[in-house]
């Protein structure tokens, strides 16, 4: 007899086993939960604060993954070595370490239990709304409903679409979910997880779309550092769908086999203009990821070379490639981007500033170092507007969509709005960029990249710093995560040793889940 507990608000979501094995839900907060789903105010509050969950996922999250996820992508490069990251990010790659023990084993662990926290909170106020109660607050009273309702079935959505991009599996747990019935649950593939999580955020959307409503600006309730309305909450979980079916791809098979067409649809259906929140210390939003990246400490982390290289056009990057790990260093980037460098290649870009002092371990491997640092923000890291849902960002993927579905001419427009006003580059048309002696991006051998190259590159460049665990998402489907990371989590141990699973991984040189 297998037991998991079910815990309200902040707790677990409930685990499933094989068809031979039995289940048993204990709540051990009951009957408190009992009263508690009871009350209007702490049934919307409940819902309410699930997205602080997303937020700290994607953006904050435990240190495990704003530690490790990043520098695994090679989108950043430190030699921290901190919650695993430096075991996962060094070369050759080795094995995921799902061991509860070990440093590594909370990347897995607290991403699992985050989301499922969040699929929790979203059930348990579904359940009670189609069990009768009204959600009426306020004097006089609100009824607040059908925003409650819209908000829960995005946050189940939203939770389990990082789920499906995150791991190789996982569970599908609605409000219709009958947990007493040990086979109401199973672990399923990420493919089937990814396409219940775009059926739940279709469902939102419908509800919002044909709803007025606004969730308010408030301390810890809804998106906490901004005030949306019906129609805008609708476009924001069109563009989250649209992020889920993108993140997905595994490989660059995947990446190219994806419903493009419904992605160009969902993003069209998206947000109009950047959806952003604010940042500050009394609404509880401050955003450590940026501070961690931006820092001139010990945890100070610099823009990969695998991530700003192909803005190289001194032939210093590919010299670089061809090296053997260990004999790899630091170098100074030729570029006309104007986000990598000013005029000089010592000269800060927009987005990167040089820094040329030694902070980080020389005997930890020399090719972690760097002299870019991201500076996106220019050093503002926990006040003022955090994007998250950027304009730019569903433009680039409308693009990708484009050209991978022979709309060319439609995609170099899009391409060419942060190419050319942020890289100072010149445009591309549908035979690439330019051929030049100066062209950019270049590929690893040397050569110009054609359309698609300079669209990756664009992604890269433009979305870095969006979040902790985008790059790995992007660079996993473009083919461009260094051989032998893992291409996906295993269920994390604590959930497999509850199950009475057996612990597995991936990763490593040749093995299977690993990047070739």
Not at 402 to 412: F, H, I, N, S, W
Request: hydrophobic share 40%.
């Amino acid at each position: 007899m297998l037991k998991h507990t079910w815990k309200i608000a902040i707790g677990l979501l409930i685990v499933a086993t094989t068809a031979c094995q039995d289940l048993e839900v204990v709540n051990p907060n009951e009957p408190d939960a009992e009263r508690a789903l009871a009350q209007p105010g702490d049934v919307e509050g409940l819902v309410a604060t699930s997205w602080v969950t997303a937020f700290w996922g994607r953006t904050q999250g435990s240190a495990s993954t704003v530690n490790a996820l990043p520098l695994v992508a090679d989108e950043f490069s430190g030699t921290y070595a901190n919650n695993g990251a430096l075991e996962m990010s060094s070369e050759p790659r080795v094995p995921y370490n799902n061991d509860p023990l070990a440093d590594a084993g909370g990347l897995a662990r607290f991403q699992w239990e985050s989301w499922y926290s969040g699929i929790s909170s979203a059930n348990d106020g579904l359940t009670t709304i189609a069990a009768g109660l009204k959600i009426t607050t306020g004097t006089p009273p609100t009824d607040n409903t059908i925003r409650t309702k819209a908000f829960a079935k995005y946050m189940q959505g939203v939770s389990h679409g990082y789920i499906s991009s995150l791991f190789d599996r996982g569970f599908v747990a609605t409000e219709n979910t009958d947990l007493s019935n040990p086979k109401a649950l199973k672990l399923l593939p990420y493919m089937e997880v990814r396409d219940s999580a775009v059926a739940m955020l279709a469902e939102a959307a419908a509800i919002a779309a044909a709803n007025t409503f606004t969730l308010p600006l408030g301390k810890g309730l809804y998106f906490v550092g901004a005030e949306v309305k019906n129609d805008r909450f609708a476009q924001i979980i069109n563009s989250s769908a649209a992020r889920v079916l993108v993140y997905s791809a595994r490989t660059p098979e995947e990446r190219q086999a994806l419903p493009w067409a419904k992605i160009i649809a969902l993003i069209d259906a998206g947000v109009k203009a950047d959806f952003t929140v604010e940042l500050n210390s009394t609404n509880s939003l401050t955003s450590s990821y940026w501070s961690r990246f931006t820092n001139t400490g010990t945890f100070s982390a610099y823009g990969d070379y695998h991530l700003i290289g192909p803005s190289d056009v001194s032939g210093r990057y590919q010299a670089w490639l061809r090296s053997e790990v260990n004999n790899r260093t630091k170098f100074d980037i030729v570029t006309p981007d104007r986000r990598i460098t000013g005029a000089t290649p010592t000269s800060n870009g927009s987005l990167f500033r040089y820094r040329p002092s030694e902070i980080m371990v020389l005997a930890r491997g020399t090719y972690h170092f760097s002299s870019y640092q991201w500076y996106g923000n220019a050093g503002r890291t926990t006040t003022g507007p955090l994007p998250v849902i950027s304009l730019k960002e569903m433009n680039l993927y409308k693009a990708e969509g484009l050209l991978r579905t022979g709309r060319a001419a439609e995609a170099v427009p899009l391409i060419n709005l942060t190419r050319v006003a942020n890289g100072k580059l010149p445009a591309v048309t549908v035979a690439g960029p330019p051929q030049a002696a100066d062209c950019v991006p270049r590929r690893d051998d040397g050569t110009c990249g054609d359309l698609m190259d300079a669209l990756k590159y664009e992604i890269n460049i433009e979305l870095t710093g969006t979040d902790a665990v985008r790059a790995f998402f992007d660079r996993r489907g473009f083919g461009q995560l260094v051989s032998g990371t893992f291409l996906h989590l295993p269920v994390s141990a604590r959930e497999l040793s509850t199950l009475g699973l057996p612990l597995y991984t991936f990763g490593g040189v040749g093995k299977v889940g690993s990047a070739k």
